[in-house]
């Protein structure tokens, strides 16, 4: 929804009297509607992206992804920016993709520390080597949605 209703501001602000007085003009509206995809892209990338790897995170049933939901939800304990990063890519108000990146990853470090912090030191050889598992999971499950919003 809140791709659509900036969609509806978005074409509402391209074709209105002013900028196409008559949308019968073909070349215009066509002119307006290049702008409109590129004005749009930003917010609709980080919101597909995001909801995408949220959903990967939650419907899978792997160890790695078992941890990296893990880290997601204390992510979301620690509050604050924790929280208002996420939320706000999500509804919209941040549209910037690096913060999406930001956040995503920040997750995946609170994954492999928990891991690891977690883990008796005896076992810390395997855990480290789960570690890296756990971070490859999150660059195999983020970076298919980031190449598919870059090439379209």
């Known amino acids: 929804m809140t791709v659509a209703f900036n969609d509806v501001v978005l074409l ?35 919101i597909n992206i995001l909801a995408q790897a949220l959903y990967s995170l939650f419907a899978a049933n792997d160890p790695q992804l078992k941890a990296l939901q893990r880290g997601c939800f204390r992510y979301f304990q620690r509050g604050g920016q924790c929280v208002d990063g996420p939320v706000g890519l999500l509804a919209g108000i941040i549209r910037q993709p690096l913060i999406l990146f930001y956040h995503f990853f920040a997750v995946a470090l609170l994954s492999i520390w928990i891991m690891l ?15 890296v598992g756990v971070f490859w999971k999150a660059c195999v499950v983020i970076f298919p949605f980031i190449w598919s919003e870059v090439r379209s």
């Open 12 to 46: 509402r602000d391209l074709l209105n009297p002013e900028a196409v007085p008559d949308l019968s003009d073909t070349k215009a509206v066509l002119r307006q509607m290049s702008t409109f995809h590129w004005r749009r892209k930003n917010l609709t990338s980080v």
């Open 117 to 131: 912090s977690e883990t008796p030191v005896w076992k810390l050889p395997v855990a480290v080597v789960g570690s």
